[in-house]
């Protein structure tokens, strides 16, 4: 998923190509699934993987924050922050790993890139932004993607109501962070609203939260899902975004499905069926369609903005 602008001054002395830099994030982001199915397949919940990640992730952020002296949020932007860490942490991280465990990785995956078209939605009914053909293209190709999904199963992947729940709900709680994005992601670099959020998000999980004993496994897969999946592959895409437009990042970072399934498919045998092939198909292009460059008579595109993932 793509991330907010930051400043291009602070990331020059990057020398990896930014095409490389958005790939190698979509890269990441296709390993949260399979980190959390190793996680959860020794012995931790989903809402306890959820809360480390959180954990982990705000424990970097707030390192690389201190590190380079980066401005926090206060004031009214710390509370809009701390709803923005309950909703777009708490909740996206907990329906997500949820997802993973009722669906599948691959599955899971698919499923968060129905964002774009609740993004289209939020922009109609809250930001009043034109809705024409394009975004209600996007919305029929995601619903009729999901239809084809709950009906298509496949070899190793469960499709049920709860699989489709979670994964809609993650898609659902990840669009809501561009209303945070429109505000904030332009006013602060993203390692120090992250440094707040996160933990944020790790209280709002705390409650939910039933801890385990963790093996070395379950300790390297939460590991890396905080490291890679999440703030190395967050930094990534901010890398790229500093130098691509927004739609070339939207459209290379709609990779991360595509290495989802196939990463499951190798190490799982989750092999979707031939009507949820179709329907991931429709999923994704109506991403692509919503990332798509506008006419000069059409207002800027939103959705392709959308901030930081996972």
Same mark, same amino acid.
């Given at each position: ?6 400043? /291009?001054?602070?990331?020059?002395? %990057? ?10 994030? #979509? ?10 199915k ?9 809402l306890?993987?959820?809360?480390? /990640?959180?954990?982990l ?11 380079? /002296? ?5 004031? /009214? ?15 996206f ?5 949820? +997802?993973?465990?009722? #669906? ?13 078209? %609740?993004?289209? *939605?939020?922009?109609?009914?809250l ?41 809609? *709900? ?13 505000? %904030? %992601? ?5 390692? $120090?609203?992250y440094?707040?959020?996160?933990p ?12 385990s004993?963790?093996?070395?496994? &379950?300790?390297? $897969?939460?590991?890396?899902? &905080? ?17 691509l437009? $927004? ?5 290379? +970072?709609?990779l991360?499905?595509?290495? +989802? ?7 799982f ?7 949820a ?8 292009? &109506? ?7 506008k006419? =000069? ?7 392709s903005?959308? =901030?930081?993932?996972?």
């Open positions: 998923m793509t991330l907010p602008t930051v400043p /291009r001054s602070s990331l020059a002395h %990057f020398a990896l190509p930014a095409t490389v830099c958005v790939v190698l994030a #979509a890269c990441l982001w296709g390993l949260l699934g399979i980190f959390g190793y996680a959860q397949g020794a012995g931790i919940s989903p306890e993987v959820a809360f480390w /990640r959180a954990v992730g705000g424990v970097l952020f707030g390192l690389h924050a201190g590190v380079t /002296r980066q401005t926090v949020p206060r004031g /009214r932007d710390l509370l809009w922050t701390g709803l923005f860490g309950i909703v777009g942490v708490s909740l991280y907990a329906a997500y790993q949820l +997802a993973v465990q009722a #669906a599948g990785a691959s599955l899971a995956s698919v499923l968060l890139y129905t964002a774009p078209a %609740f993004v289209a *939605l939020w922009g109609w009914l930001l009043r932004e034109p809705t024409g053909l394009r975004e209600l293209g996007a919305v029929a190709l995601t619903l009729g993607g999901i239809a084809l999904i709950s009906l298509g199963g496949g070899e190793n992947i469960q499709v049920t109501p709860a699989a489709l729940t979670w994964g809609l *709900l993650s898609g659902f709680s990840y669009s809501l962070s561009y209303l945070y994005g429109k505000l %904030f %992601f332009g006013r602060y670099s993203s390692a $120090a609203l440094a707040v959020a996160l944020i998000g790790a209280l709002g999980l705390l409650p939910l939260t039933d801890f004993p963790k093996s070395l496994v &379950a300790w390297a $897969a939460l590991g890396g899902i &905080a490291l890679l999946s999440t703030y190395l592959a967050y930094l990534l895409y901010s890398m790229g975004l500093a130098r437009s $927004a739609t070339q990042t939207s459209v290379i +970072a709609s991360e499905p595509v290495i +989802a399934s196939l990463l499951a498919l190798a190490l045998g989750e092999k979707p069926g031939l009507l092939l179709l329907g991931a198909g429709l999923v994704l292009g &109506a991403t692509l369609l919503l990332s798509a460059p006419g =000069p008579r059409e207002l800027p595109q939103t959705s903005q959308m =901030p930081g993932k996972k």
